[in-house]
């Protein structure tokens, strides 16, 4: 069991380390005559893309991605499916595993080096190795893909909390996301993320935050009642991004403060028959199937483990020691981890979306 796949009909497997030579993934299910261009696929890369400011890890890397298997290409560089498994690659350019050597036998408190070496007996110290969040480009990669399978499907996501400073719900605005180096909606409040992150980066320690993924367009039915729910697959999907440490959909863990009057997405006949809720504390989802409503799901992502204050550690050979970690790293990871965010809960759709068009026959 390589653990190295996610998804059913939609799957993808991720190959590559933070310091080897190239990462990867191998996208399988594709449905063949999909229409989709590099450009749309390197246009989320560079979202994710590390070195685009100071609040992120300053590792340059220009996240090419090449695709290698899976598609013809049409005179106008169109790209067009086969059916066939879709390889892409991204090469790693900027590594510097020199700044890595003083944990090469220290772990680093909070980091998965020492869960690491408990289960393999072996790590790759350089940047983390597979537990680095350079991983994650290939899945932004593969969600790309994703988006195009579901007719009309847009998923888009914001940092709505850094630390303990939330947006303000009622200036919410996605015009504002692209216009900040925090993906935030909420103009006043990423000035004061700006000031919060400056004194952070400059003390050498990170933060948390907290990513909300919206995906419209979600057609009903999508999901199964038992062990294959879309809300219980769009949480491992986005629990398995690294530094991921809660997930909730809808009102989430608020709901348990909320009576069943003000739970309950009231509903009524729309001008065209179909039926309109009131209301979406289920975030889209009721007894693991889609609603047709906005699907709504929130992750919260620890501070970064690589930091320069000094903690308290042991290393491999059971010495106590103290861990203060060089190189470049992001002082608020959360930022990097919006497009992955909407990656995974693309990937989840579209799974369901096959899933569900190969069960009913209805897309």
């Keep these: 069991m390589s653990h190295n796949s996610f998804g059913h009909l939609f ?7 933070s310091h080897g030579v190239a990462i990867g993934c191998i996208v399988d299910g594709t449905p063949p005559g999909l229409r989709f261009t590099r450009a749309e696929v390197q246009s989320f890369l560079d979202k994710r893309r590390p070195g685009q400011s100071r609040y992120t890890t300053q590792r340059q890397e220009p996240d090419t991605v090449e695709i290698l298997s899976g598609v013809m290409e049409e005179a106008d560089g169109t790209l067009v499916a086969t059916g066939t498994p879709i390889a892409m690659e991204i090469r790693n350019v900027d590594q510097r595993s020199k700044d890595y050597s003083d944990i090469a036998r220290r772990y680093r408190p909070g980091h998965a080096d020492i869960s690491y070496d408990m289960k393999y007996g072996v790590r790759d110290y350089r940047g983390g190795g597979r537990s680095s969040a350079r991983e994650t480009a290939t899945r932004v990669a593969a969600g790309a893909i994703a988006r195009k399978i579901v007719p009309g499907l847009q998923v888009r996501a914001a940092l709505v909390q850094i630390g303990s400073r939330a947006i303000a719900r009622e200036r919410f605005d996605w015009a504002e996301v692209d216009n900040n180096p925090f993906f935030c909606p909420d103009a006043e ?14 003390s050498g320690s990170s933060i948390g935050a907290v990513v909300e993924v919206v995906a419209e367009g979600v057609p009903p039915g999508l999901g199964a009642p038992l062990y294959g729910k879309l809300d219980q697959d769009i949480s491992g ?26 739970n309950a997405d009231e509903i009524r ?3 065209d028959g179909k039926p309109v809720f009131l209301s979406n504390h289920a975030g889209g989802i009721l007894g693991g199937i889609s609603t047709g409503q906005p699907v709504i799901a929130r992750f919260a992502v620890k501070p970064t483990s690589s930091i320069l204050t000094p903690r308290r550690s042991i290393d491999a050979d059971g010495q106590e020691v103290d861990v203060m970690t060089k190189g470049r790293h992001d002082p608020c990871v959360g930022i990097r981890a919006v497009p992955i965010g909407e990656a995974m809960v693309a990937c989840a759709i579209a799974d369901h979306y096959l899933r569900h068009r190969g069960q009913t026959g209805r897309g």
């Excluded at 799957?11 to 380390?17: N, P």
């Excluded at 440490?245 to 348990?256: C, H, M, N, R, T």
Aim: hydrophobic share 45%; no cysteine.
């Design 237 to 262: 999907n986005l629990m398995s991004i690294n530094a991921v440490k809660g997930v909730e959909i809808g009102d989430g863990f608020l709901a348990a403060t909320l009576s069943g009057e003000e």
């Design 11 to 17: 799957r993808v497997t991720t190959f590559g380390e």
């Design 189 to 202: 409040t990423a000035v004061l993320w700006a000031e919060d992150l400056d004194k952070v980066r400059k």
């Design 269 to 271: 006949i729309g001008p």
